[in-house]
């Protein structure tokens, strides 16, 4: 508990450790620093007609992409069919090449 010891002062204090809540205060400031960056960096759409072109336009980029994306799909496949086969040979090789080098060292 708290004594005295000639000086009329305590021994022991009971002081508050604002530390913690300096540090708790810092993040909050900078975490809504963060938010206000991200908020103001955002374009702002206040017509509801300029939200429908945009709309429009990116409806419109999609529909050209999508055909463009089919065909690249599809030589993707072909693509990799050929190079599972050469992989395949690859592997053929790599046995019959292992085989050969055991029968050597048997024989």
């Known amino acids: 508990m708290f ?14 450790n604002y530390l913690p809540l300096i540090r708790k205060a810092l993040c ?7 938010a206000e960056l991200f908020l103001s ?24 992409i999508h055909p463009s994306e089919l065909n690249l799909a599809s030589k993707c496949s072909s693509i990799s069919t050929k190079l599972n086969s050469h992989l395949a040979k690859k592997r053929e090789h790599e046995k019959r090449l292992h085989s050969a080098q055991i029968t050597s060292l048997v024989g």
């Not at 004594?3 to 508050?16: C, E, F, R, S």
């Not at 909050?28 to 963060?34: D, V």
């Not at 960096?41 to 419109?60: A, C, D, Y």
Request: hydrophobic residues 25%; proline residues 7%; aromatic residues 2%.
């Open 41 to 64: 960096s955002r374009p702002s759409h206040s017509s509801p007609s300029e939200l429908n072109i945009r709309f429009l336009k990116q409806k419109t980029k999609d529909k050209a």
């Open 3 to 16: 004594g005295q010891q000639g000086t009329g002062l305590p021994l022991l204090t009971n002081v508050m």
């Open 28 to 34: 909050k400031k900078n975490s809504l620093h963060n």
